[in-house]
């Protein structure tokens, strides 16, 4: 099948888009408001976008409580959602009122970040304090707003549990990091496999 992306005229009964750009892993982001409340929220437009610096963005569609406190304060924390910590990433993602903790509702210990004045899960084998370097409103080929919010930070300071190092690595099979895959299915990195990028050689 074949359909033009504007329109969304693909004749299923869900958008496929989401399911085609996956797995995507999952931003779980912790910030902090200058009221002094933590929030605590799963996004899936998340990802790194370089290392040299470290920097990862995350997108909000729509403004949420989460850009409301990083526009704010200017920094957040992302820590890596594992498939032990699943259950809680999810009930994370509920619509609580501002100014009530997703951390306290989801069961989660808000741990303070060192070098930013937000939290992270204290739980997560893996956390990311980040500082912004741009924020902006996405736009289409149109030029009009798309109501996405994109948060670009730079890392600043890196948390890993050391029961998730194996051998001088963060250790994939213990840390199991769930990724987001379309509709409402969810994916983890049980089953893994490692490939080594090849040098060229004229055939």
């Known amino acids: 099948m074949f359909y033009e992306a504007t329109g969304n005229k693909h004749g299923l009964p869900h958008d496929p888009f989401k399911a085609i750009v996956s ?4 931003g779980w982001i912790g910030s902090k408001g200058t009221d002094g409340s933590i929030n605590l929220a799963p ?3 998340f990802n790194a976008i370089s290392d040299h610096p470290k920097m990862v963005l995350f997108s909000s569609s729509g403004r949420k409580d989460s850009l409301r406190n990083v526009e704010e304060t200017g920094v957040f924390t ?15 993602s509920v619509n609580a009122p501002y100014g009530e903790s997703e ?4 069961g989660l210990t808000a741990k303070p970040g060192q070098m930013v004045d937000a939290p992270y899960v204290a739980e997560a084998y893996a956390a990311l304090e ?10 289409g080929l149109d030029g009009q707003a798309s109501g996405s919010f994109v948060v670009i930070g730079q890392v600043v300071g890196i948390h890993i549990d050391d029961a998730a190092i194996r051998d001088g690595r963060l250790d994939m099979a213990t840390a199991a990091p769930v990724a987001r895959l379309g509709y409402m299915d969810y ?12 040098n060229w050689e004229p055939r």
């Open 23 to 26: 797995p995507r892993p999952i």
């Open 43 to 45: 996004y899936s437009y």
């Open 78 to 92: 992302t820590s890596m959602v594992s498939r032990n910590l699943a259950e809680k990433m999810n009930l994370s």
């Open 103 to 106: 951390f306290g509702f989801a």
């Open 130 to 139: 980040c500082k912004v370097t741009e924020m902006f409103e996405a736009k």
């Open 187 to 198: 994916a983890d990195a049980a089953d893994t496999f490692e490939m080594r990028r090849p």
